[in-house]
């Protein structure tokens, strides 16, 4: 038996709709497919390897990069060249790789009046093909685990986006498996470049052995599950 759907005013398509991966949203109608890649985004696992210190943003106000990329195995191992800097960008900003399964994330290392000059992989994701061009994207709010392996040679910030408390509000994992004589903050965006709140210091330790679950509103500060 067939049943005919009736669309939402404003939504568009007809019949079985199709999304995108998880971290592209628009008003086409979900499927089934479409809603477990959504849920399975919202708590991936979020590696950052190799830091060192600085900050690491979440919240970038950047737009309009573009990348080819150097892959093996599908798994990004480099920039190949940026194609285009985009605008408002500051160093430190994280982005998504939208190509391949949508997993691979770069790190803003400097740029000229906001337009990005180069980037770093941190962490190199799955299904990426050699030589693609790829846009970077804001990484989507989500309850993530997100261990940190590095040696640190100054402080480390990492900043997660900010928005309405019923989208925004969450509790991911971050496990400081740092080295080093030198801290890891967890701040709130503000929405404008800065920061609120006073955020959460990780404790120091190895293998995820002081992972903490933190809490957010979205809106206000980050928080210390005990």
Known sequence: MTTAVSLVTGVSGAGVGFQPPGSNSNNTPATTAFVNNQIAYFHATLPLSGVTGGVYN???????????????????????????????YVVGDMLVAQSGNYDAVVRVTSVNSGSVL?????????GYTNGLQATANQIPPGSRFVPIFG???????????????????RSPIFANNTSGAFTVTVLLSNGAGGTVGTGVVLTQGSNNSTAQLVVTDGQSDVWKVA
């Open 58 to 88: 979440q919240a970038s106000l950047g737009s309009g990069c573009t990348f080819a990329i150097l892959s093996s195995g599908g798994v990004i191992t480099g920039i190949a060249t940026i194609v285009s800097g985009g605008a408002n």
């Open 118 to 126: 180069t980037l770093a992989v941190v962490y190199g994701g799955t």
């Open 151 to 169: 040696a640190l040679t100054s402080n480390m910030t990492i900043i997660i986006a900010n928005g309405p408390s019923l989208t925004f509000s």
